[in-house]
């Protein structure tokens, strides 16, 4: 039997970007296996991506264009010819921009990384149209705005050397889950006598098997970020020469965290005085007297509250205080993405707008905007949306807006999909889309500083066509002749890549040929400052900050819902709700294969024993998590992996699975960060009580 093996790249939203390598067999797709030679990959995959064949040849897939026949929501198509498709999608989104273009939304985020089917002709054509602009804010800008005013840029450690610190803080990420290449990195760190810290209010897998646990409440980071730098400065662990001669603002950060002495970060945190001082102490000592590499893997967990931003610069600013950055083994990792040389501009040419530009739409406050009546600042109502790489339904904040908008009859809605998702059910065209092993791809990554090509292995099921056919298409059925729309996808992934030192040897034939190749960047990056700032040093004071009239310092802020800022709400809804990634699911992207669920296969909810037992609540009884915005029904787990005061939704499932038919973003706010305009999806009280009926 003829056996060929393709050269491929994991697509999903995930810090490690695997490079994968896909048998086929007859035309079928018989294995997928993790490339051994890719340093970061060392040919492992995650339980859900080597089982790809099963999303591939799923029974559920889309095959064909169709259109909605029932009533919104109802998720009943016919289907219909791509011609027809084509031709509605156009002359319905002309007719609205004859109007006014920005009446006219696209939506899509990172179902797929890959900067070609991300968003390239997608992008032009949407430029061209003139449709409002998409705010891309709904996963790491909080965290983004944090390192930018920080380092200058989304710029970090190499996860090539974790393996030689000594000591290792997980902040606010539970690696085993969602970057588990760099977990393999920190175990064998562990092996050669590291010691490994995680913080996380919720006691992980990870967490688990590291040293020790810090399980603060959420949204106080920035209070502990601030207490152990106020340890290091009480007893002097901190390098002063690269304090002097690589950082600004010293001398101010040292005011602002004399405010923050241990006690005091203790009872905000919700953790011993002692332990953030133990914490100060190890951490200090390591790097300061002993030169030891100290690490820190700081994600998202931790910036999904109020204070987000501020809280990332907080915990960036450690690595610089006591010098960690000089060992290649040392310093912070939140982003890798700003060592990337991509071309954005000759990709998405935004040059294609119309001037003055049209407005920007915040993708996080979906909601608010779909249902925003049109006027004032807001602009024009919206009246069509299109949707790709993404399931807003399900997974933006406040989800009772969301569906209330994406109800609209009046709303025109596309949606290209692999799948009938919760958004796809709003369609009133749903197109069927390829998947990684059909289409060509090139992809930058988050967590690592390697280029992937991906190569197709298969020919598409049914009917389905790539994200950037579907739009070069559609600029033809505009009868638009920019020689732009013509570009195939080869084309686009050599546009995307930018000759800079960093990318010398690289361009897209080489990686087509070699599959990946990694960015020219020294191992320590920042052990002589260097940092992409103006001035090239850290800044503890931001001066961009200061001119906006927002704190130059890392600040804490409590939670927009929290006992400090909200008392009322907080004696009704004591409790605080967070609703990190499930295991086996990538957001909603492989929460429909059952083969994926958790052994219950149902959504649950899980609460620490006090708390259960001062509600007389039973494990495994159905229970209401309700506040204002809503009430949802799940299993209770009672566990003391959860702190007291916290309650955790593993997330995030498909609304149509639940018996409700919602999931936790049916409680979350549409309230945004301090920097960034993120999301607060872990900033959200609730209260818990025994459903009203089982
Ligand atoms: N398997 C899997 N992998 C994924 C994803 C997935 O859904 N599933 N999602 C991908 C995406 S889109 C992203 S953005 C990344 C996310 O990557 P990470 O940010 O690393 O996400 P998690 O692994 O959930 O880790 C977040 C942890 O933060 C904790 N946490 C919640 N609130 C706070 C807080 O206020 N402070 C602190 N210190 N911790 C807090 C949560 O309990 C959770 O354990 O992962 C990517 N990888
Ligand atoms: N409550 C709560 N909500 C959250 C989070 C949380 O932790 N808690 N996390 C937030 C975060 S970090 C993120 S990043 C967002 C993620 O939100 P989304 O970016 O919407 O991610 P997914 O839910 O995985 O949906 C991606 C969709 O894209 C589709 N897709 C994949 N590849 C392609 C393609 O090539 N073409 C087309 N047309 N479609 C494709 C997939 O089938 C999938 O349905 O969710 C956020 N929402
Ligand atoms: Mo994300």
Redesign the pocket.
């Known amino acids: 039997m003829s056996q060929t093996i393709v050269q491929a790249a994991c ?1 999903h ?1 995930c810090p490690d970007t695997c490079a994968m390598r896909i048998t086929v067999e007859e035309g079928k797709v018989v294995r997928v296996a993790g490339d051994p030679d890719h340093p970061p990959t060392q040919g492992a995959l995650c339980t859900k991506v080597s089982r790809y064949a099963e999303r591939l040849y799923h029974p559920d897939r889309l095959l064909y264009p169709m259109k909605r026949v029932g009533r919104k929501g109802e998720g009943r198509f016919e289907r219909i010819s791509w011609d027809e498709a084509l031709t509605t999608i156009s002359q319905r989104l002309l007719a609205i921009a004859a109007d006014n273009p920005q009446r006219i939304l696209p939506y899509s ?4 990384m ?1 900067l070609v ?1 991300g968003n390239s002709m997608s992008a032009r054509f949407f430029h061209k149209l003139g449709a409002s602009q998409l705010d891309r804010t ?3 800008s909080a965290g983004a705005a944090g390192l930018k005013h920080t380092y200058g840029a989304s710029v970090g450690m190499d996860m090539s050397f974790v393996q030689e610190a000594r000591l290792i803080w997980l902040w606010g990420t539970n690696s085993i889950t969602s970057n588990l290449h760099y977990w393999t990195r920190v175990q064998e760190a562990k092996r050669r006598g590291a010691r490994v810290v995680a913080i996380d209010p919720y006691r992980t897998l990870t967490a688990d098997k590291c040293d020790e646990h810090v399980a603060l409440l959420p949204g106080t980071d920035a209070a502990l970020a601030l207490g152990i730098m106020h340890v290091l400065i009480r007893e002097d662990l901190l390098d002063h020469d690269y304090i002097r001669q690589y950082t600004e603002g010293f001398e101010a950060l040292r005011e602002r965290a004399l405010d923050y002495p241990p006690a005091r970060v203790a009872a905000l945190c919700g953790i011993p005085q002692a332990q953030v001082e133990r914490l100060a102490r190890e951490y200090g000592e390591l790097a300061v007297r002993q030169q030891q590499p100290v690490a820190i893997r700081l994600n ?1 967990g931790m910036q ?1 509250t109020r204070g987000g931003g501020q809280a990332t610069r907080a915990v960036a600013c450690l690595p610089s205080l006591v010098g960690a950055w000089r060992q290649r083994a040392g310093g912070m990792l939140m982003s890798t993405s700003g060592f990337f040389p991509i071309d954005n501009a000759a990709l998405q040419r935004p040059d294609l707008m119309p001037d003055p530009q049209p407005r920007t739409i915040n993708m996080s406050t979906i909601g608010d905007a779909l249902t925003h009546p049109g006027g004032g600042d807001f602009g024009p109502r919206v009246d069509a949306v299109v949707v ?5 339904v ?4 406040e989800s009772g807006k969301v569906v209330a908008g994406f109800a609209r009859e009046d709303l025109f809605t596309v949606v ?4 009938q ?1 919760d958004t796809a059910d709003y369609a009133d065209i749903l197109l069927p ?4 092993m059909e ?1 060509v791809d090139l992809h930058k990554s988050y967590g690592h500083s390697w280029l992937l090509a991906n190569l197709p292995a298969v020919t598409p099921p049914g009917e389905a066509r ?2 950037s056919d579907i739009f070069r298409q559609l600029a033809q059925y505009c009868g638009w002749q920019d020689a732009c729309f013509q570009d195939a996808d080869d084309a686009l992934a050599a546009q995307a890549l930018q000759p800079h030192a960093w990318t010398e040897g690289i361009q897209w034939s080489s990686l087509r040929a070699q599959g990946w190749q990694k960015l020219n960047l020294p191992d320590a990056p920042f052990a002589q400052g260097g940092f992409p700032t103006r001035s090239g040093k850290c800044q503890f004071y931001a001066e961009a900050l200061a001119a906006e009239g927002l704190d130059p310092l890392p600040g804490f802020e409590p939670p927009h819902e929290s006992p400090q800022r909200t008392p009322e709400l907080a004696a009704r809804y004591p409790l605080q709700m967070i ?3 499930s295991r086996h699911f ?4 492989f929460a429909n294969q059952p083969g994926l669920w958790p052994k219950r296969g149902e959504p649950s909810v899980e609460m620490h024993p006090d708390d259960a037992a001062a509600r007389a609540l039973q494990h495994e009884q159905w229970v209401e998590v309700v506040n204002d915005r809503g009430c949802l029904q799940l299993r209770l787990e009672v566990s003391e992996r959860v702190r007291p005061g916290v309650v955790v939704i593993p ?2 499932w498909w609304r149509k699975h639940a018996k409700d038919g919602k ?3 049916e409680l ?1 706010s549409q309230a945004l960060t301090d920097l960034g305009a993120a ?1 607060t ?1 872990y900033d959200c009280l609730v209260e818990v009580r025994a459903a009203a009926v089982e």
Do not use: W
């Open positions: 697509p939203d985020y990172a179902g797929t890959g089917q709904i996963c790491a998202y999904r790709y790489n993404s399931n807003p399900a997974v933006a904040p290209l999909e692999h799948f998702t889309a390829t998947m990684q289409h790539s994200n609703s990190p990634p990538l957001n909603t992207t997330s995030i999931n936790a973003n979350t999301p999806f």
